[in-house]
């Protein structure tokens, strides 16, 4: 299933610091780095209980990382895991693998209103029909906000009780060992991991004058 898109071939690999992919830092790297970002001094249900929110500042104009965010392949660049992202026959919905899931599949469906610049991640693992996992961003202009050109990234995960037990166990890998929802408690650190990724990319080719969203995606 897997497939090679052209995620970040605009950017020479040793230019651009402090992205962590997959292909730079598997699972087993990857995970001491969370455990790390994890203070116990923050109480737990606070951080870990129905909401999961990460916020961040972006050097970059809010449109243009609007419009790289309602593309579902820019989720082949800036996600940690998400990769290989094909269109289904089914328009909007596409396929991709979670490669921190063994033998993993993704379904994604992007629905982004230009107006209020909000980009929705409709997700599931292993089928497609019911698409719960539901990743709520919204992007604010800056200059509002903080006086500053640039973007406000706020991107909020909610706690929905499929995290808790899989809903649809007969579509599941027979030999995958995990399920979303065990990562739950990582989330907040990984998606600001995600978040990290997001900034470093944005601003990169921002400084650089190059494309937000780079040309591949709009072919």
């Known amino acids: 299933m897997t497939i090679a898109l052209p995620a970040l071939s605009d950017i020479a690999s040793d230019d651009i610091q402090g992205i962590l992919r997959i292909e730079n830092s598997d699972k087993d790297e990857t995970t001491p780095i969370i455990v790390d970002m994890l203070r116990s001094v923050y109480p737990h249900q606070q951080i870990f209980g129905e909401f999961c929110p990460v916020n961040a500042y972006i050097a970059a104009p809010p449109r243009d990382v609007y419009e790289y965010l309602a593309?579902?392949?820019?989720?082949?660049?800036?996600?940690?895991?998400?990769?290989?992202?094909?269109?289904?026959?089914?328009?909007?919905?596409?396929?991709?693998?979670?490669?921190?899931?063994?033998?993993?599949?993704?379904?994604?469906?992007?629905?982004?209103?230009?107006?209020?610049?909000?980009?929705?991640?409709?997700?599931?693992?292993?089928?497609?029909?019911?698409?719960?996992?539901?990743?709520?961003?919204?992007?604010?202009?800056?200059?509002?906000?903080?006086?500053?050109?640039?973007?406000?990234?706020?991107?909020?995960?909610?706690?929905?009780?499929?995290?808790?037990?899989?809903?649809?166990?007969?579509?599941?890998?027979?030999?995958?060992?995990?399920?979303?929802?065990?990562?739950?408690?990582?989330?907040?650190?990984?998606?600001q991991i995600e978040m990290d990724n997001l900034k470093a990319i944005c601003e990169y080719r921002a400084t650089h004058n190059l494309p937000i969203k780079p040309e591949w995606m709009n072919r």
Request: with cysteine; aromatic share 14%; glycine share 6%.
């Open 71 to 191: 593309d579902t392949r820019s989720l082949e660049e800036w996600t940690y895991s998400l990769r290989g992202f094909v269109e289904t026959d089914e328009p909007g919905l596409w396929l991709a693998e979670d490669r921190i899931g063994k033998n993993t599949s993704i379904y994604t469906r992007t629905v982004a209103n230009p107006d209020a610049m909000t980009v929705d991640y409709h997700c599931a693992w292993d089928q497609g029909k019911h698409l719960w996992m539901i990743y709520l961003i919204r992007v604010v202009d800056a200059q509002q906000v903080f006086d500053k050109p640039g973007s406000v990234v706020l991107w909020t995960n909610c706690h929905h009780p499929f995290y808790d037990e899989n809903p649809y166990p007969e579509t599941a890998p027979p030999t995958r060992p995990v399920w979303v929802g065990d990562f739950w408690d990582m989330f907040s650190a990984g998606h």
